[in-house]
């Protein structure tokens, strides 16, 4: 049975929708970012950066999110295509939301919604570089349903973060194939499922059937405030 530790962040709701995709079993530990639980020497054991989200499979612990979903990916045998040149596709998109767009995208929640004194040209540093970024995945989805044709780890680590850019204050104007893969991301029940991991009882029951039905597998005692995309 798989170990999930996670939190509803966007960063969580990429292995939970993962799992839910994959229709792997999976036992929900929530961790309490407001109470620190990241930084305890029991968590850092599982993840030693003393971040969510981590997983353990028969004893086996994963951390860092993208290797969480490689390694899902391996084990399930599915979402990530085993032919060379795709297969190296979905990973280059994979390594892309890692290393710039859930980094930028977290900058400007953080500068914009968490810090009480302005930066202003932190503000325009981190939202011009995620609306950059928005625009690079534009392009990419041109003649696309998803990031690389058909659905991948690679639109399982890039959604989550697309879907929070009201709250990080960055517009999608124009950016009309971004626009229609957000719900067409949204439609799928696995994804459906995966937000709903680690949301509060009280927060669910305003929200769908698939989201109840998802919350019976544990709850969370904080929630990150992500506008619906």
């Given at each position: 049975?798989?170990?999930?530790?996670t939190?509803?962040?966007p960063n969580?709701?990429?292995?939970s929708i993962m799992?839910?995709?994959c229709?792997?079993?999976?036992?929900?530990?929530p961790?309490?970012l407001g109470k620190?639980?990241?930084k305890?020497?029991?968590f850092?054991d599982?993840?030693p950066?003393?971040?969510?989200?981590?997983?353990?499979?028969d004893g086996?612990?994963v951390?860092?999110?993208?290797?969480?979903l490689?390694y899902?990916?391996?084990?399930s045998?599915?979402?990530?295509?085993?032919e060379p040149?795709?297969?190296?596709?979905v990973?280059?998109?994979?390594h892309?939301?890692?290393g710039g767009l859930?980094p930028?995208v977290?900058q400007?929640?953080s500068f914009n919604r968490?810090?009480e004194e302005?930066?202003?040209y932190?503000?325009a540093?981190y939202?011009?570089?995620s609306?950059?970024?928005f625009e690079?995945?534009?392009?990419?989805?041109?003649g696309?349903?998803?990031v690389c044709g058909e659905?991948?780890?690679?639109d399982f680590?890039?959604y989550p973060?697309?879907?929070?850019?009201r709250w990080a204050?960055?517009p999608?104007?124009g950016?009309?194939?971004v626009?229609?893969w957000?719900p067409?991301?949204?439609?799928?029940?696995?994804?459906?499922?995966g937000l709903s991991?680690?949301?509060p009882?009280?927060?669910?029951?305003?929200?769908?059937?698939?989201?109840?039905?998802a919350?019976?597998?544990?709850?969370?005692?904080?929630?990150t405030?992500v506008?619906?995309a």
């Amino acid at each position: 049975m798989i170990e999930l530790y996670t939190a509803p962040t966007p960063n969580g709701w990429k292995v939970s929708i993962m799992l839910e995709e994959c229709g792997l079993p999976y036992e929900l530990h929530p961790v309490d970012l407001g109470k620190g639980e990241q930084k305890t020497a029991w968590f850092q054991d599982i993840s030693p950066n003393g971040r969510i989200p981590a997983i353990r499979d028969d004893g086996f612990a994963v951390f860092e999110s993208g290797a969480i979903l490689h390694y899902l990916a391996e084990k399930s045998g599915r979402f990530l295509p085993t032919e060379p040149h795709p297969r190296w596709q979905v990973l280059q998109w994979l390594h892309w939301q890692m290393g710039g767009l859930g980094p930028m995208v977290g900058q400007s929640v953080s500068f914009n919604r968490y810090i009480e004194e302005p930066v202003p040209y932190a503000i325009a540093r981190y939202g011009n570089e995620s609306r950059r970024l928005f625009e690079v995945l534009d392009r990419q989805l041109a003649g696309r349903d998803f990031v690389c044709g058909e659905v991948s780890i690679a639109d399982f680590a890039i959604y989550p973060w697309v879907r929070a850019h009201r709250w990080a204050r960055v517009p999608i104007d124009g950016l009309t194939h971004v626009e229609k893969w957000l719900p067409r991301m949204r439609a799928r029940p696995g994804v459906e499922r995966g937000l709903s991991v680690g949301i509060p009882e009280e927060e669910v029951d305003r929200w769908s059937e698939a989201r109840r039905a998802a919350y019976k597998k544990g709850g969370a005692s904080m929630i990150t405030p992500v506008d619906e995309a």
